[in-house]
């Protein structure tokens, strides 16, 4: 069974910054893509980071490139989003996100229960 939970979200002021980690079990996180999605408020969902599997390249919605970092630990089955430089704008909640396919999509079939994220000052 498929698994997905979130960890590392809460309140930061602008400027701040935040790691989340997604832990993974139930699968070979190495033989799958991952991503981040986030929703903020009256928005819908959208994803704004995804790690390929095979050669672990990545993908950032213009919004957060620059800014945030997606990476993987295989190993561990733990897939991280260390966000940098969080504007007010990016207060969501932020979910860790999978396809099931090698290589990024914009959709996702598996889904964790998400993390809340709160940029105020």
């Known amino acids: 069974q498929v698994q997905l939970a979130e960890s590392g979200g809460g309140l930061v002021q602008p400027g701040g910054s935040l790691r989340l980690s997604c832990a993974a079990s139930?699968?070979?996180?190495?033989?799958?893509?991952m991503a981040w999605f986030r929703q903020a408020p009256g928005k819908e969902r959208e994803v704004i980071a995804c790690?390929?599997?095979?050669?672990?390249?990545?993908e950032y919605a213009d919004s957060v490139k620059g800014r945030f970092t997606i990476s993987r630990d295989n190993a561990q089955s733990t897939v991280y989003l260390q966000m940098n430089n969080l504007k007010r704008e990016d207060t969501a909640v932020y979910y860790c996100?999978?396809?099931?396919?090698?290589?990024?999509?914009?959709?996702?079939?598996?889904w964790g229960n998400g993390t809340l994220v709160t940029v105020s000052s």
């Open positions: 139930g699968f070979t996180l190495g033989y799958y893509a």
């Open positions: 790690t390929h599997s095979r050669d672990g390249s990545t």
């Open positions: 996100a999978t396809d099931l396919r090698y290589y990024c999509t914009a959709t996702a079939i598996h």
